[in-house]
């Protein structure tokens, strides 16, 4: 250009930046966390977790805590803590044009109710479970020791489909006894509703957002001990009146009559099922980096994408 006089120069300055101005410019999709009961975002865990996370999809994430973490994460309902997290993602203008869900155990099912009731939200695009009781468990984790603990063990001994323990233990939301359906379906304040299990209260506002997702990526944990059964992580269940051997998804009422639109995004190819080794939420690096951040990604699941985040 040393011999273009200044006025030729300053058009061909201009026509190149006009051009790359045509050229789309793609930006990571932002995501949020949402941890498991008696967690919070300020553990050491939780915080490398989103961090690298975000290190390896080169998108931003941000953990959501709600209230006091721990503690509220096991004394407030369920659809309590869902109307948090929607507040606040409906407040964080990073997310206006959409962000993806990064759900560890129980933080799935509050997750779930942000995608289904929280109205005038930012879209969801994808949503990646892992470890989630989305058909629920037969069984409530034990909190551990201390004061605390010996009081939240106390809840789990009473009646737990009564008012008052629905209304102060959160995993009471999400416990189905399958030999005792009409209890769960009367007194069980969030599970049937997330599922829209309860024929007369179907909502299909539920099922057209769920099933809008670009993308549902389920882990289930092979030796998993906490969920019961551990299929639930994948909507597997009981069958209804027994303990038999668990149904897979596909063979779920909720699944075959498409309650809330898993069967639709599985038929256009938008599901996948992945079992990994290892105890609940015992992912491994190399099972994070193939499993969940493609999806964070602006470049998405291709071959190339997972080979290229897998040598980081």
């Given at each position: ?175 189905k006894i399958p030999t005792d359906m009409a209890d ?129």
């Open positions: 250009m040393a011999g273009l006089a200044p006025a030729a120069s300053i058009l061909v300055l201009l026509a190149l930046a006009a051009s790359s101005a045509l050229v789309p410019v793609v930006s990571a999709v932002p995501f949020i966390v949402l941890h498991g009961i008696g967690d919070q975002c300020g553990n050491d865990g939780i915080a490398s977790f989103t961090d690298e996370l975000g290190e390896w999809a080169g998108s931003k994430g941000y953990c959501m805590e709600i209230g006091s973490g721990s503690r509220d994460s096991w004394l407030m309902p369920l659809q309590e803590q869902a109307n948090v997290v929607c507040k606040k993602v409906k407040e964080m203008k990073e997310l206006r044009e959409g962000y993806s869900i990064v759900g560890l155990s129980q933080g799935n099912l509050i997750g779930r109710a942000v995608i289904e009731y929280c109205d005038g939200g930012p879209p969801v695009k994808n949503f990646i479970s892992i470890g989630g009781p989305h058909a629920g468990t037969a069984s409530v984790p034990l909190c551990g020791s201390g004061i605390f603990c010996i009081l939240v063990d106390a809840l789990i001994q009473l009646e737990i489909y009564s008012n008052f323990v629905q209304a102060h233990l959160a995993p009471s939301g999400y416990l769960y379906l009367e007194g069980c304040k969030f599970l049937p509703k997330l599922n829209n299990e309860i024929p007369s209260e179907r909502n299909t506002t539920y099922k057209e957002r769920f099933s809008s997702l670009e993308n549902l990526v389920l882990i289930m944990f092979e030796d998993d001990a906490v969920l019961i059964p551990r299929e639930t992580a994948w909507f597997g269940y009981y069958p209804d009146g027994a303990f038999n051997a668990v149904l897979p998804p596909q063979e779920t009422k909720l699944y075959t009559e498409d309650w809330i639109g898993l069967r639709t995004l599985d038929e256009a190819g938008r599901v996948k099922f992945v079992s990994v080794p290892g105890g609940h939420l015992r992912i491994s690096r190399s099972d994070m980096k193939k499993y969940i951040v493609p999806y964070l990604t602006s470049c998405g699941s291709s071959k190339q994408n997972v080979r290229r985040i897998l040598s980081i």
